[in-house]
C-alpha cells in the first residue's frame, strides 16, 4: 500500500513539474491497476471474498488484506486522475498571450513539450527608479492592506502591553455604526484622501479620470461682500522642508477663523462604476483619493465610494476605510449618505460580474441592477451618472470556470453564504514580474458619461419608471463606451450586457 501511494504521489509531482503527459499518467495508472492484480471479475463482490479467504488461508490473512487494501489505493489514485482531468478541461486561462482563453489541461501540454532550458520567473533589476519602487509599494499596500491591519489587530490583542489601548477601542467598534448609518460623512477626512501616497498609487497604472460633461457642484462656498471667499487663519502657519528631497510640509496649528460655510447648490449624483474586474482599483482611485485628481475635475461633490459590508468587519480597517470615504453598500446608508448632501459611487456588477472578469472584456451584469435606479428615485434631485473604466479587466490573469467545473460550484456557493466571491487570478509579485498578487501595470482610463438628472422623488417608484431610467442609464452608458472605446484600445470589442 505504502508503494502505491509513493507511486501515485511521485506521478502527481511529476505531472505538476511537466515532466509528465496526461496520456503517460493514464497509462502508468492502468499498470498500476494490472499490477495489483485487478480484473473486471475482481470488482465482484464475491471474488474479492474468495481471493481474501484463499489469503488468510496461504498467509493467515495478511495476504487478502494487502490486496485489498492496494485495491483500495489504486481506486483513489485513478479518481484523484479524474477528476484533475475534469478541471483542468473546464478551467480556462486568460492571460496577454491567450485573450482568447485557453484550457489548463492544453497548456500543461504544452509546457511537457519545453525544450530546456525551461522559462525563468523574472525578476525586478536593482536599478528601477526609486518612484517606481514607491508606486509598486503603494499597490501592495491597497491589495493586501487589509492582511497588514488584520495582523497588526491580533498581535495587539495578544500584547497585554496595547490592552489599555485596545480595551477602550473594542467598546468602540462593538458599539459604532458609522459604516451603516451614514456617518461616513462625519469620518471623511480630505487630508488622508489627498496624500501624495495616493498619487503613487495611481501613477503605478496609471489611473485617469476623464470628465465628458460638467457637473454642477453639489456645494459652494458663500462669498463675503468682497466678492472672494475667506481664507482660512491660523494661529500659527509654517513649512519643513523635508530635506534632501524637494518636498515640504505645511503645518497650521490652531485656526483662528472657520473656513466660509458651504451652502447646497445643486444635485446629488449616484455614479455606476463599470465593470467591476477582479478587485476595481479604478474605482478607488478615482473615486476614494486625490491620486486622480477628483476635486479639480468635479469641486464641491464630496464623493463615498460604496462596497461590501464584510470589510467593515476588520478593527482599524474599517476606520481605515472610513476616513476614504468608503462605506457599506446598503440601502439605508445610501439613503443616509445622499440626504447629507454627499455623492456615492456604486461598482453595480458586483461579486457576480467579478467572475465575467477577463483579459480585455466588456460583459457587464446590468440587466437586472435596478437598487440604484429605484435608490435615485426615491431620494430626488438626484443625477445618475454612467462610469466606465477601460482597461480594468486588463490587470490580471484569469482563470475562469465554467459550470460543469467544480471550482465554479464552489465560488458560486461562497458568494451566495457570505455575499461575496474571490475569483481565480494572478498577475506579478513584488521582486518578480511573472506570479504573484500584484496587479499588470496597465492603463484604467475611468470616463463619466453625461449626467440623467432626476428631479421630483418618487415615494413608491412604478416598474415603469424604473424600467424607463434604467434604459436611460444604459443608453449613455453605451454612447460613452463607443465615443472612447477607439482611444483606449478597445475598438473591435462590444459592450455586452450578460445578465
Known sequence: MCKTLNRTKQLAERLLRGHLSWAEV????????RSDGRTATMDNSKGLKQRGREGGRENGGEHGAEHRDENAASERSSKASGFLHH??????????????????????????????????????????????????????????SFVYILAFAILALANPIMWIIMFPYMAYYAFDRSPANGNVTKRYSKWMRGLTFWRYYCDYFPIQLHKTADLKPTFTHKKHSSGCPSEDKYLVSFQLRLWPLRYSLKVNILKLGGAPPREVTGPRYIFGYHPHGVA??????????????????????????????????????????????????????????LERNHSICIVVGGAQEALMSKLGSADLVLKRRKGFIKLALETGNVCLVPC???????????????????LHKFQLWFKKTYGFTIPLFFARGLFNYDFGLIPFRKPINVVTGNPIYIKRKHDNPTVEEIDHYQKLYIDELQRTFDDYKRQFGYKDLELNLAE
Open 87 to 144: 478541471e483542468l478541461d473546464h478551467v480556462r486561462l486568460y492571460d496577454r498571450n491567450h485573450q482568447e482563453g485557453k484550457k489548463l489541461s492544453e497548456f500543461v501540454e504544452e509546457i511537457n513539450h519545453f525544450q530546456e532550458p525551461r522559462p525563468k520567473l523574472a525578476f525586478c533589476s536593482v536599478k528601477t527608479p526609486w518612484r517606481r519602487r514607491l508606486q509598486t509599494l503603494a499597490v501592495a499596500w491597497h491589495v493586501a
Open 280 to 337: 476595481a482599483l479604478g474605482a478607488f482611485g478615482a473615486f476614494a483619493t486625490e491620486g486622480a485628481n477628483w476635486s479639480k475635475l468635479f469641486p464641491g461633490i464630496p464623493m463615498c465610494l460604496m462596497t461590501l459590508v464584510n470589510q467593515f468587519q476588520i478593527p482599524f480597517y474599517r476606520d481605515y476605510l472610513l476616513s476614504l470615504g468608503v462605506t457599506t453598500v446598503s440601502k439605508k446608508n445610501a439613503l443616509k449618505v
Open 26 to 33: 493514464d497509462n502508468t495508472a492502468d499498470g498500476l491497476k
Open 388 to 406: 466606465f473604466a477601460f482597461g480594468e479587466t486588463d490587470c490580471y490573469n484569469i482563470l475562469e470556470t465554467d459550470e460543469k467545473s467544480y
